[in-house]
Every structure is written in structure tokens, then in C-alpha cells.
């Protein structure tokens, strides 16, 4: 059967059953959802035909066109952004890094107002978190606090772009060079945004040593489970793809042997020399990689990623200019300074003196179809996960938590993806308008 048949085939069966059908007032609105057309089903389909299943063509267009689109030289794709941000904080670990490698018992200093699998890798990695307080309204570290959390275990900052809004890039990066600090951006949430660092616009995830992103589907774009990791160092780079395959020495993709030509002429440890270079490891690794299917999908999502960047930015806005009458009940958002952030969410804090509390107003916006969420853990302290974790041993908290704990209490945010209508924003705004009632 010719192929273009079959494409012609599941491209109308695409149209015909996945068309998004127009918002009716009374629907359910919910925070976020796939963003997709024939293009990614047709792509899906395509490297399912080819039945190559694991990384192939499709992943080597995808990690170039990632890396294009964020100007950086190298990309890797990995099976979630919990895999990246654990293939990060390894990638720290390892002994080519000399006496930068973070060794057990050195801290990295974050934040407890963190989705979990930020914070877990740098335990898993044998190391310790050291947690500051966030600011309201950016939801991000303040900057002076890490200084105050410095000590000298100090080897890392690994921090998430709070719900896509950028974290003071230049004051943290200019921390980190000054004492020698590794700097991973957690950028899972915030793909697609910029921010101005020496008279220049970069993208976010890139001014770091290390970026990472997530393609769950809530995500600016998605390959249903999917991530990747970023860098401009080659050293980091060399590492990473090391500890994403195996922990192995050799490069060559998949498929594919003696690309270096030294295949069986090398020296490696206590093996004996030419021992096959495909089989030599130079890192306790792992295996985080994704399958070509997913990197389908990404290629036809990354060409559509500056307009969902876009209509995120203006569905915020909208949402903005439409509750700025409510800033005496409720918080409302800032964008962080030098930055144009490619917003997940739209988060609010009900303020003190409101009449109502958050499980109030969240509870008549659910009851009203639409969907909101908390700013993922709160407290990632406050959790039975560390229960058993003793403070000053497995963490440190360097700051009074005050600002994490009221965002626990009193945050919730709804959603701004690309699949919103004005009609939808502006049931969102008029609930919300209610549930303060
Ligand atoms: C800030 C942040 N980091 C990491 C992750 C983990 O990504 P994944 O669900 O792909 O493992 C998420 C997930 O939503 C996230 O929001």
C-alpha cells in the first residue's frame, strides 16, 4: 500500500474526529490540554509505520530543531522533564567535573514552593537542599536570600521558572559565577520565554549551565511523556548524553558503531585494551531516553511553539487587564523585570482582608466548570515525603519559610494554554468576579 494513501487516510480521520469543537457557555474550562492537528498525528503515525521505535530520525530533528529554536549547540531529548531535572543534577556529579562535581554532602540551594521533581533529584543525587523563601507576586527566590544560605558546601542553584514567569536571571547567574556555583534552570514551565542578560534577549533555560524542560501535555508543547536538556558546555554536554545512555563512553547513536574509528584500539580503566569501545562506561548512568514516536510529535509541536508561546502571553494579559479592578482582595501576578515569560498559569493569592477564603473561591469556580490548580506542593516540607528527612542532615532551611507557606494557604491558578477562546477568559473572569461575591 502506498504510504500517501494511509497519510491521506489519517489526516481526514485526524480532522474528523479530533476538530476542537467551539466553547459553549457552561462548558468546562480546564487549565490546559493538548494543542494538536493532523500535523502530529500524521508524524506519530509516520514513525510508527517506519518501526524504528527508539531514538532515530525523528529525535535527531527534533533535538536540532529544539536547540535551534533556543540557540544553544546541544539538546537532548529524555522520556520526562523529571528525567532532565535528575539528569542535570547527576550530570553534576560526575568526575570530569573535577573539583566541581558535587560530592554527597554538598548543598544546592532551592526553594520548598516547588513541584517535587525539582527537589527530589538533588536528593537522589546524594546532595543537600537548602531552601529560601519565595517573593510575592513573582513567586520566584528572592535573590538576597541565597546569599544568606551560602556555605562552603555550596555547589549549585537549582531553580524552576515559577509557572513560567522567569527568576531574576542576571542577579542568580552573577551569584552563581561569583562563588562558583553551577546554575540549572528548571525550565519545565516556561519554555519559550526571555529575558534581557547583558543587553541581550535569551530564552529561558539557557542562561543557566543546564535548562530542562517537560512535554507533559500541560506544557507549552507536548510529546505526551517527554523532556529534555540543554547546555552550551560541551564538557556538560558529553556528560549528559553519557548518563542518558547507560553511563556509556561511546557516542555513536543507536544503530550505528564506530563512528570515532578507535572502536577497538582505545584504553579504558583496568580493561583490557581495544576492549569494545561500545561497551565501555564511564558513568554510573541511567537510561532516560524517549522513543522516535515522541520526538514525532515534538517536531510537528516545536513548529507551532512561537504561536502557543504567543497565546499564552495574550490570554494572560487578557486575563490581567480583566481582574485589575480585584488587586484590594486578591494578589494578582507580576512579571518578572527584563523578562517576557511564556506564561503556564495565571496565578492569584487571596489577600488577608478578603471575605472569602481560597478554599472558597476555588470551590465555586470547580463547582462552575472551571478548572484551577495549587502552586504544585505549597510546601514541599509539609509533605509525609519528608517526613523522614532530618532537618540540618538531609536539608537545611536557611530562611523563615513565611512566604512559602502563606502561597500554600492562599494560591491557586488557573489556566492560560493556547486552546482558550476570549469567551472562555471572559467566563473566567466574570467567575472569578462572583466567587469574591
Ligand atoms: C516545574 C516543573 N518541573 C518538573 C516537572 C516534571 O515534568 P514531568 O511531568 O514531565 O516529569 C514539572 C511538571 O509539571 C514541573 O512543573
Same mark, same amino acid.
Given at each position: 500500500?502506498?504510504?500517501?494513501?494511509?497519510?491521506?487516510?489519517?489526516?481526514?480521520? &485526524?480532522? +474528523?474526529?479530533?476538530?476542537?469543537?467551539?466553547?459553549?457557555?457552561?462548558?468546562?474550562?480546564?487549565?490546559?490540554? @493538548?494543542?494538536?492537528?493532523?500535523?502530529?498525528?500524521?508524524?506519530?503515525?509516520?514513525? !510508527?509505520?517506519?518501526? /524504528?521505535?527508539?531514538?532515530?530520525?525523528?529525535?535527531?530533528?527534533?533535538?536540532?530543531?529544539?536547540?535551534?529554536?533556543?540557540?544553544?549547540?546541544?539538546?537532548?531529548?529524555?522520556?520526562?522533564?523529571?528525567?532532565?531535572?535528575?539528569?542535570?543534577?547527576?550530570?553534576?556529579?560526575?568526575?570530569?567535573?573535577?573539583?566541581?562535581?558535587?560530592?554527597?554532602?554538598?548543598?544546592?540551594? &532551592?526553594?520548598?514552593?516547588?513541584?517535587?521533581?525539582?527537589?527530589?533529584?538533588?536528593?537522589?543525587?546524594?546532595? $543537600? *537542599? $537548602?531552601?529560601?523563601? #519565595?517573593?510575592?507576586?513573582?513567586?520566584?527566590?528572592?535573590?538576597?536570600?541565597?546569599?544568606?544560605?551560602?556555605?562552603?558546601?555550596?555547589?549549585? $542553584?537549582?531553580?524552576?521558572?515559577?509557572? =513560567?514567569? *522567569?527568576?531574576?536571571?542576571?542577579?542568580?547567574?552573577?551569584?552563581?559565577?561569583?562563588? =562558583?556555583? /553551577?546554575?540549572?534552570?528548571?525550565?519545565?514551565?516556561?519554555?519559550?520565554?526571555?529575558?534581557?542578560?547583558?543587553?541581550?534577549?535569551?530564552?529561558?533555560?539557557?542562561?543557566?549551565?543546564?535548562?530542562?524542560?517537560?512535554?507533559?501535555?500541560?506544557?507549552?508543547?507536548?510529546?505526551?511523556?517527554?523532556? !529534555?536538556?540543554?547546555?552550551?558546555? *560541551?564538557?556538560?554536554?558529553?556528560?549528559?548524553?553519557?548518563?542518558?545512555?547507560?553511563?556509556? +563512553?561511546?557516542?555513536?547513536?543507536?544503530?550505528?558503531?564506530?563512528?570515532?574509528?578507535?572502536?577497538?584500539?582505545?584504553?579504558?580503566?583496568?580493561? *583490557?585494551?581495544?576492549?569494545?569501545?561500545?561497551?565501555?562506561?564511564?558513568? #554510573?548512568?541511567?537510561?532516560?531516553?524517549?522513543?522516535?514516536?515522541?520526538?514525532?510529535?515534538?517536531?510537528?509541536?516545536?513548529?507551532?511553539?512561537?504561536?502557543?508561546?504567543?497565546?499564552?502571553? +495574550?490570554?494572560?494579559?487578557?486575563?490581567?487587564?480583566? %481582574?485589575? =479592578?480585584?488587586?484590594?482582595?486578591? #494578589?494578582?501576578?507580576?512579571?518578572?523585570?527584563?523578562?517576557?515569560?511564556?506564561?503556564?498559569?495565571?496565578?492569584?493569592?487571596?489577600?488577608?482582608?478578603?471575605?472569602?477564603? @481560597?478554599?472558597?473561591?476555588?470551590?465555586?469556580?470547580?463547582?462552575?466548570? #472551571?478548572?484551577?490548580?495549587?502552586?504544585?506542593?505549597?510546601?514541599?516540607?509539609?509533605?509525609?515525603?519528608?517526613?523522614?528527612?532530618?532537618?540540618?542532615?538531609?536539608?537545611? $532551611?536557611?530562611?523563615? %519559610?513565611?512566604?512559602?507557606?502563606?502561597?500554600?494557604?492562599?494560591?491557586? /491558578?488557573?489556566?492560560?494554554?493556547? =486552546?482558550?477562546?476570549?469567551?472562555?477568559?471572559?467566563?473566567?473572569?466574570?467567575?472569578? @468576579?462572583?466567587?469574591?461575591?
Amino acid at each position: 500500500m502506498e504510504k500517501d494513501r494511509i497519510e491521506e487516510l489519517v489526516r481526514a480521520y &485526524t480532522r +474528523e474526529h479530533h476538530s476542537r469543537k467551539p466553547y459553549q457557555k457552561g462548558d468546562r474550562i480546564p487549565y490546559s490540554g @493538548r494543542v494538536f492537528d493532523e500535523e502530529e498525528v500524521w508524524a506519530l503515525v509516520d514513525s !510508527a509505520l517506519d518501526f /524504528w521505535l527508539t531514538a532515530g530520525d525523528y529525535t535527531e530533528a527534533f533535538e536540532k530543531g529544539l536547540a535551534a529554536y533556543l540557540e544553544v549547540p546541544y539538546c537532548l531529548l529524555v522520556n520526562s522533564g523529571s528525567s532532565a531535572n535528575l539528569l542535570a543534577m547527576a550530570a553534576l556529579t560526575s568526575p570530569l567535573l573535577k573539583d566541581r562535581r558535587i560530592l554527597k554532602g554538598d548543598e544546592v540551594l &532551592t526553594v520548598a514552593a516547588a513541584f517535587p521533581t525539582t527537589v527530589a533529584p538533588i536528593l537522589q543525587c546524594g546532595a $543537600v *537542599p $537548602v531552601f529560601v523563601d #519565595i517573593d510575592i507576586p513573582s513567586y520566584n527566590v528572592c535573590p538576597e536570600q541565597l546569599e544568606e544560605a551560602l556555605s562552603s558546601r555550596t555547589k549549585a $542553584v537549582f531553580l524552576a521558572h515559577s509557572l =513560567g514567569n *522567569p527568576f531574576a536571571l542576571d542577579q542568580i547567574r552573577a551569584f552563581c559565577d561569583r562563588h =562558583g556555583l /553551577w546554575l540549572i534552570e528548571d525550565n519545565c514551565d516556561g519554555l519559550g520565554g526571555t529575558y534581557e542578560i547583558d543587553e541581550k534577549i535569551r530564552k529561558t533555560g539557557t542562561i543557566g549551565h543546564i535548562g530542562t524542560s517537560s512535554f507533559y501535555p500541560a506544557h507549552q508543547m507536548t510529546t505526551g511523556e517527554g523532556g !529534555a536538556v540543554y547546555t552550551s558546555d *560541551p564538557l556538560l554536554y558529553k556528560i549528559l548524553r553519557s548518563m542518558r545512555d547507560w553511563g556509556r +563512553e561511546c557516542s555513536c547513536p543507536g544503530g550505528m558503531d564506530n563512528l570515532c574509528g578507535h572502536r577497538f584500539d582505545g584504553q579504558f580503566g583496568t580493561l *583490557p585494551r581495544g576492549y569494545d569501545h561500545k561497551y565501555v562506561y564511564s558513568h #554510573i548512568g541511567y537510561n532516560l531516553k524517549a522513543t522516535d514516536m515522541q520526538a514525532a510529535i515534538g517536531t510537528a509541536q516545536l513548529a507551532k511553539l512561537p504561536d502557543f508561546v504567543r497565546r499564552r502571553q +495574550e490570554n494572560w494579559a487578557y486575563l490581567r487587564a480583566g %481582574l485589575a =479592578g480585584l488587586s484590594d482582595q486578591l #494578589i494578582l501576578p507580576e512579571k518578572q523585570e527584563h523578562s517576557n515569560p511564556s506564561w503556564f498559569g495565571f496565578i492569584l493569592a487571596v489577600r488577608p482582608e478578603c471575605e472569602r477564603s @481560597r478554599g472558597e473561591i476555588v470551590s465555586y469556580l470547580e463547582e462552575h466548570g #472551571i478548572q484551577t490548580r495549587n502552586l504544585f506542593a505549597g510546601n514541599i516540607l509539609r509533605h509525609p515525603c519528608f517526613q523522614d528527612l532530618k532537618e540540618g542532615e538531609d536539608y537545611r $532551611v536557611a530562611h523563615s %519559610l513565611e512566604n512559602t507557606d502563606f502561597t500554600m494557604r492562599n494560591a491557586f /491558578w488557573v489556566g492560560v494554554y493556547p =486552546g482558550m477562546t476570549d469567551a472562555m477568559l471572559d467566563e473566567m473572569i466574570l467567575r472569578i @468576579r462572583k466567587s469574591l461575591n
